[in-house]
């Protein structure tokens, strides 16, 4: 063979197994399937409850404490528009924890409300939350605005206690407020009472 007849049988066999890779690719390598008509299992509802909790016991707490806020106004005879009402202020005000520090230029430890402690319980107690809530619905007595707008309801409520609501006390970062806090709660609240409704 010349070197000319060798070269062109070379690029021949090159040319075929190009082509037979080019081929293989263009197969398909796994039978088609069909779509599935099954209805995908929806996402259970997120619960409010420690979304800003660093344990557990984080979580606990304010679940353990939106469900005494929830069944201290039910004992009281509270509607299901106060109960929400109640979960949204101290949503807004505290996330469900009482004891913690006011804001400044207040000093002191607050209860799950907002407010400076007044009780003589201890501060992340059960019955320190039970007493805030019973102060709660005793100001709620006093108000005369629609339960069913639970935003405007809770701040009417919270700015009818006599100790007199100072929004600075409660919220000390720059452009908080108080408005702008209960709006910010009220899903949480609401999802609080579902859940809790669905688990009592």
């Known amino acids: 063979m010349t070197r000319t007849s060798i070269a ?38 997120k619960s409010p409850f420690g979304a800003d909790a660093i344990s557990d016991l984080g979580v606990k707490i304010e679940r353990d404490n939106a469900t005494t806020i929830l069944e201290t106004v039910e004992q009281r005879g509270g509607t299901p528009q106060q109960a929400i009402a109640a979960l949204l202020a101290a949503k807004a005000e505290t996330i469900w924890t009482s004891g913690l520090r006011m804001a400044p230029p207040a000093t002191g430890i607050r209860d799950i409300f907002g407010w400076r402690l007044s009780y003589n319980l201890p501060a992340d107690s059960a019955e320190v939350v039970q007493a805030a809530t019973n102060t709660f619905m005793d100001n709620a007595a006093t108000v005369t605005v629609n339960e069913d707008d639970s935003v405007a309801y809770a701040l009417a409520v919270q700015y009818a206690d006599p100790r007199g609501y100072n929004e600075k006390e409660h919220f000390s970062s720059k452009g908080e407020t108080a408005a702008g806090k209960y709006s910010a709660s009220l899903s949480e609240a609401q999802a609080a009472y579902a859940e809790l409704r669905s688990a009592g």
């Open 8 to 45: 062109a049988a070379l690029i021949t066999a090159a040319l075929a197994v190009g082509l037979t890779a080019c081929s293989s690719d263009s197969e398909p390598t796994a039978e088609p399937t069909n779509p599935s008509t099954s209805t995908p299992t929806p996402s259970p509802t």
